[in-house]
């Protein structure tokens, strides 16, 4: 079955894409298992979630290094 893109009106594809990428990268770095995520997303391999596993873990490591410096570590 090939997948079909919906747009409603006034909406372009770019626009529905950027918030289904914003939804994953939220979902991974708040711990949820990327197999999970795949399952709601639709996602059939590993590869294609690995640059939002990616962006998931650079957050992760930006948020560890602003705790440690509000820290004094």
Known sequence: MKS?????????????HAGRRTFI????????PPDVVMKWTGHSDYKS?????DVAMST????MDA???ALGE
């Open 4 to 16: 079909q893109r919906v747009v409603r009106k006034g909406m372009s594809a770019e626009g529905t």
């Open 25 to 32: 990268c939220y979902a991974l770095s708040e711990g949820i």
């Open 49 to 53: 979630m690995k640059p939002y596993i």
């Open 60 to 63: 992760k490591s930006d948020a």
């Open 67 to 69: 705790m440690e410096k």
